[in-house]
C-alpha cells in the first residue's frame, strides 16, 4: 500500500481523506464507505478473537 492510497480499496487520496484508527494504527481511507468496512471488519476479528479464547 503506498503513503497516498485509500487503505481499504487502494483508491488515491485527495483533500477528503478521512483518518480511521485500527488495531491501534492510523490509517487514511478515501471516503466514509472505507473507513466503515475498516470499521467492521476490525469489530469482526475482535468478536472472533474473544470467542476463540
Given at each position: 500500500?503506498?503513503?497516498?492510497?485509500?487503505?481499504?480499496?487502494?483508491?488515491?487520496?485527495?483533500?477528503?481523506?478521512i483518518a480511521v484508527k485500527i488495531?491501534?494504527?492510523?490509517?487514511?481511507?478515501?471516503?466514509?464507505?472505507?473507513?466503515?468496512?475498516?470499521?467492521?471488519?476490525?469489530?469482526?476479528?475482535?468478536?472472533?478473537?474473544?470467542?476463540?479464547?
Amino acid at each position: 500500500m503506498k503513503e497516498n492510497t485509500c487503505a481499504a480499496c487502494d483508491c488515491e487520496l485527495d483533500s477528503t481523506r478521512i483518518a480511521v484508527k485500527i488495531g491501534g494504527k492510523t490509517v487514511e481511507v478515501c471516503c466514509e464507505e472505507c473507513a466503515e468496512a475498516l470499521r467492521e471488519a476490525e469489530a469482526a476479528t475482535r468478536t472472533e478473537q474473544a470467542v476463540s479464547k
